[in-house]
């Protein structure tokens, strides 16, 4: 039998027209309302500029028309608003809406803005070499056997074409592992006299000229001995060692232009019995980036003493960022080789060139495809 207590009972017309919604009738059911919170006192309510306020979606718009900021308003009632056509409640939507806090003011005025930000940031004017140039005595160069600008394509220069694209790539490469300087720096050395290193150092920088957004500035490191200028037929000057020696000399007044589009070359300078004291001083590195100052196209090649008959390579090894050790394939021992690599241990990129091989396992020969016609 049903119990009469569970028996629904008919609605009257007005509960009928509107029907009570879930939370209404939980309030009623439960009588939550006396759960709620005590009200607050007057004198801790905050600010009106300080609380967040809530405006329906559709004021949100209205307001989004107008220019001027309207007046805090007061909070909507909590009452739900009713859909004028179906007459279901709508759920309210608000927006939260914050005043951003005021700016804070600048100590320093604005039109002194700039002026610090360029002193933090000074301006690196780049270093044009403007000493004066001389004709390289092209058959001189033919009759040395070295590269010849402007003439025909021979295996000396497809050879050194190919080395030089490696340690243009090497430099490239540095360059972006942030070397600094010291990535456009090339040590070209060998570990006894007589083994090629000077006819490399030339040859290796005329290769270098031909580049079309490269120049290269040939540095002739070799004090006791230099032969640079002899082997290109050009007089010489002050040099490096006299820049080292004066703090009141440029080292770039003593570069020497040339005929040659992109070829410069430092001389030596005067002889002295302390070259290798004076790379060592602090003086050398600011020198040295002299010399490439605001040009990232610029190679500098420095043809030094033989490593094992004179200090200063070891000294040079430590500002280049890769040394090309020259070895002769008929004179050169494998106990010399290994004592100028340990020499050359402050540069950290060594590579070992072969020179005068007169045989090829692979019977290679460059510069003969040129040779050949239609």
Same mark, same amino acid.
């Given at each position: 039998m049903t119990e009469q207590s569970k028996i629904?009972?008919?609605?009257?017309?007005?509960?009928?027209?509107?029907p009570a919604t879930l939370i209404e009738r939980v309030v009623r059911n439960y009588d939550l309302v006396k759960l709620s919170p005590a009200p607050i006192p007057e004198d801790l309510v905050p600010p009106v500029k300080q609380r967040r306020r809530y405006r329906r979606?559709?004021?949100?718009?209205? *307001?989004? &028309?107008?220019?001027?900021?309207?007046?805090?308003?007061?909070?909507?009632?909590?009452?739900?608003?009713?859909?004028?056509?179906?007459?279901?409640?709508?759920?309210?939507?608000?927006?939260?809406?914050?005043?951003?806090? %005021?700016?804070?003011?600048?100590?320093a005025a604005p039109s002194q803005l700039p002026a610090v930000q360029d002193a933090a940031v000074p301006a690196v004017s780049p270093v044009v070499f403007s000493g004066p140039r001389h004709t390289v005595n092209r058959q001189h160069l033919r009759d040395q056997g070295l590269i010849v600008p402007e003439g025909s394509v021979t295996a000396l /220069?497809?050879?050194?074409?190919?080395?030089?694209?490696? /340690? /243009?790539?090497?430099?490239?490469? @540095?360059? &972006? &592992?942030?070397?600094?300087?010291?990535?456009?720096?090339?040590?070209?050395?060998?570990?006894?006299?007589?083994?090629?290193?000077?006819?490399?150092?030339?040859? @290796?920088? @005329? %290769?270098?000229?031909a580049e079309k957004e490269s120049e290269v500035l040939l540095v002739d490191a070799d004090f006791a001995k230099p032969s640079v200028l002899s082997m290109l037929g050009i007089p010489g000057g002050r040099g490096l060692m006299d820049a080292l020696a004066d703090p009141e000399l440029d080292v770039a007044d003593c570069v020497i232009g040339t005929d040659i589009s992109g070829l410069w070359v430092l001389p030596a300078g005067n002889a002295t019995n302390s070259d290798s004291e004076y790379l060592s001083s602090s003086r050398t590195r600011g020198v040295l980036d002299r010399l490439t100052q605001g040009a990232p196209n610029r190679i500098v090649i420095f043809d030094s003493p033989p490593a094992l008959a004179a200090s200063p390579a070891a000294e040079l090894a430590k500002y280049v960022g890769q040394a090309v050790l020259?070895?002769?394939? *008929?004179?050169?021992? &494998?106990?010399?080789?290994?004592?100028?690599?340990? /020499?050359l241990a402050g540069c950290p990129n060594i590579q070992l060139l072969l020179n005068a091989v007169h045989f090829s396992p692979s019977g290679r020969r460059f510069g003969s495809y040129y040779g050949y016609g239609g």
């Open positions: 629904p009972l008919p609605q009257s017309e007005d509960e009928a027209e509107k979606a559709e004021e949100v718009v209205e *307001d989004a &028309q107008v220019t001027p900021v309207a007046e805090p308003e007061t909070a909507p009632s909590a009452e739900a608003s009713v859909a004028p056509e179906s007459g279901t409640p709508r759920p309210e939507v608000v927006v939260p809406e914050v005043v951003a806090p %005021a700016p804070e003011p600048v100590s /220069l497809e050879e050194f074409r190919i080395v030089k694209r490696q /340690l /243009l790539l090497n430099a490239s490469q @540095l360059a &972006q &592992q942030g070397m600094g300087a010291a990535a456009q720096r090339i040590l070209i050395c060998s570990p006894h006299p007589g083994e090629g290193k000077s006819f490399t150092s030339v040859n @290796l920088a @005329l %290769a270098i000229a020259v070895a002769r394939a *008929d004179k050169t021992a &494998q106990g010399a080789l290994e004592d100028a690599i340990s /020499l």
